[in-house]
């Protein structure tokens, strides 16, 4: 039985070897990474997902971002262990995250991934959405949390300076 929860201070060594595990080595080298930079990940919306023997199964966090003159949510790095995946834990985790997200402040997210996974959760090519180079943009997708919500963003993904919507995004 896989049980999902918020990650907490103490899970976090877990998640990073996790990552580690699940990405090319150097994955903190990629640009999107400047983007996380100092920031602390959204806590509310990061969760861990952890088997009926208290293994870490997956993990997902959310990172704050300016885009353009908007603010909009980070999704990612997301990870099943390779020897859980194809299981839904994935699924799960994005999908239970972007309920509680639904039901936040936040209006939109976006993530650098694969279009074939992300599009069954309502993800899509976001145009004039620039990422830090390089990104590949037919990588770049976006989600609307309220109808509406990515139409008049456009402009280049910037680190979080602070709290446009008077809300602080808050770190572990
Ligand atoms: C991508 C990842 C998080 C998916 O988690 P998961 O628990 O294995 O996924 P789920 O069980 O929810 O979904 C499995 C389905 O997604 C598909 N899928 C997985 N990765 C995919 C990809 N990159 N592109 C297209 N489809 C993909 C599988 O083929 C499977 O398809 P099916 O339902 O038709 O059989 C996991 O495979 C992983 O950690 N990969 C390594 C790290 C990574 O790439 N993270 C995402 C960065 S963009």
Redesign the pocket.
Known sequence: MITIAPEMPEDSWEVEALYDL??APGRTALSSYRLRDDVPPVRALSQVARDGDHILA?AIRFWPVHVGEADALLL?????HPT????????SLIRDSLWRAEHSHWDRVIL???A??YRRFGFSRLEGVEMPPPTNPDRVLGLELRPGAWAQVQGQVRRWTGAAQGEQAEGF
């Open positions: 699940c990405f997956g990612g790095p997301v990870a099943v859980r995946q194809g299981e839904g834990i994935g699924a650098v991934g694969d074939p996974y």
